[in-house]
């Protein structure tokens, strides 16, 4: 009963934290919280008649995004489309986070589905096995569409485990250690450099963890809750694929995954060095490094434009440690077309056109692309930071989220997670995680 309760609270704390998520949404995007949809103009039946882009018919499309932050990119890139298919215009519809993808459960199987949609991986693969998803496989083949101009592992998050694509990468999200120069310069301690071991890792941690009393007055690193963010990348990086290389079993009986989670375990409750979930609760991860309550921060690129504004170059970014291997977790965002929609040709140029280049290099404005030939857009908007964390990542960067049921394995994770950051006991909480993913994971 205690257990549930514990549980419950939790749970509760890391949906306020927005761990559910994988990428795209942070503190410093400015997200739209309001929770309401922008009005979608009435299309009449004349307007939906099925036109190809050459036609000249009139053809409005309904575009789906989650993020205020978003808009204005999006438009950009839709006024290329409008400009090379002046009979094709668009509908945005803006919901909140929390909105989004309650909206598109409910909307994609339905008459009411938008023609177009952004999606994170770990859903777009759950539609996609539902039937809710218009496969982009034929369309590739027969405009002989070159993938070859996205990183791999933006790729392969839209592809299914039978090889089918789902969805066209548009941006993706990976980590890097993000450091305060003022609070190491004050404490007289080096730098941190890139690949520490886990070992360097927290003792570095350690010596920038300032208590007084009973009280953190400043913690040494954030190692939040969420997956991604984090803890995937950590896993990856002592050698441990949670859901095996074929991302399809579960595999938390590895020793590595073990030695992984003891270690954040340990920084946050025998070190004092790292905060606790009900920590960042109180004061939100972001705010905590910005505000100088942190030395350092695991974090994505998305918070690079935050940070900037908030804390000058008064921070730098370096790679994650790799205690036994470099590597980073990648997720990322990409652009589907529904099953339903009656325009699916006009869907597929829209696409083609949110691939090219110049379409890329707006989305770098914000996030990192998925394009390789448009990363430099956004690593040139930092030019006076690090970048090479972020460089890399097209090199050393791995998708480990599982290929099948990911919400049931995901949620399983995320239980296991909250036990350890409440300082539950660790084998119980893997041993349970364990049998629940081999479940979910089943063919």
């Known amino acids: 009963m205690k257990r549930k309760k514990i549980t419950a609270i939790l749970m509760a704390s890391l949906m306020v934290l927005g761990c559910f998520t994988g990428c795209g949404k942070t503190e410093g995007q400015k997200t739209d919280t309001s929770g309401t949809e922008k009005e979608v103009e009435t299309v009449t039946d004349a307007e939906e008649e099925k036109t190809t882009p050459e036609s000249g018919g009139d053809v409005v499309l309904n575009m789906y995004l989650w993020d205020q932050s978003m808009l204005d990119g999006v438009e950009r890139r839709e006024a290329m489309v409008t400009q090379q298919f002046p009979n094709i215009t668009f509908n945005n519809t803006v919901l909140s986070w929390n909105d989004y993808w309650t909206k598109l459960q409910t909307a994609l199987p339905s008459d009411s589905s938008p023609d177009l949609f952004f999606s994170e991986a770990n859903h777009t693969i759950a539609y996609g096995s539902k039937g809710f998803l218009e496969l982009l496989d034929s369309y590739i083949e027969r405009d002989s569409y070159d993938m070859s101009v996205f990183v791999d592992p933006a790729i392969d998050l839209f592809t299914s485990l039978d090889g089918e694509i789902y969805g066209l990468p548009q941006n993706i999200d990976h980590t890097a250690l993000y450091y305060n120069k003022e609070l190491f310069d004050a404490a007289n301690v080096e730098y941190p450099k890139d690949d520490m071991t886990f070992e360097e890792f927290r003792e570095l941690a ?5 208590i007084e009393g009973d009280r953190v007055q400043q913690y040494g690193v954030i190692v939040g809750p969420q997956p991604q963010n984090a803890v995937y990348s950590l896993l990856l990086e002592n050698g441990c694929y949670p859901y095996g290389e074929d991302r399809v079993s579960s595999n938390f009986s590895d020793p590595a995954m073990k030695e992984t989670l003891e270690l954040i375990r340990d920084m946050i ?18 705010q905590m490094f910005i505000n100088g309550r942190s030395a350092m921060y695991v974090a994505a690129p998305a918070s690079m434009d935050y940070f900037v504004e908030a804390m000058g170059t008064n921070f730098d ?16 965002m990409g652009l589907c077309m529904s099953a339903k929609t009656k325009y699916k040709e006009e869907c597929w140029e829209v696409m083609k056109i949110f691939g090219s280049r110049q379409a890329q290099e707006i989305e ?9 030939d448009a990363q430099e857009a956004f690593f040139e908007i930092f030019k006076d930071y690090n970048m090479e964390p972020f460089r890399r990542s097209a090199d050393i960067g791995e998708v480990i989220i599982p290929k099948r049921n990911m919400g049931v394995a995901d949620q399983a994770f995320q239980d296991m997670l909250g036990l350890i950051y409440a300082g539950e006991d660790l084998d119980e909480a893997l041993a349970e995680a364990d049998g629940k993913v081999a479940e979910a994971l089943k063919e």
Not at 206 to 210: A, S
Not at 317 to 331: H, Q, R, T
Not at 367 to 372: S, T
């Open 317 to 332: 970014v370096v790679s994650m440690p790799a205690n036994k291997k470099a590597g980073v977790s990648i997720m990322g």
């Open 206 to 210: 350690k010596k920038l963890t300032v």
């Open 269 to 286: 409750f025998e070190d004092q060095s790292a905060p606790s979930v009900q920590d960042l609760v109180d004061e939100s991860a972001d």
């Open 364 to 372: 770098g404005e914000q996030l990192c692309p998925a394009r390789q």
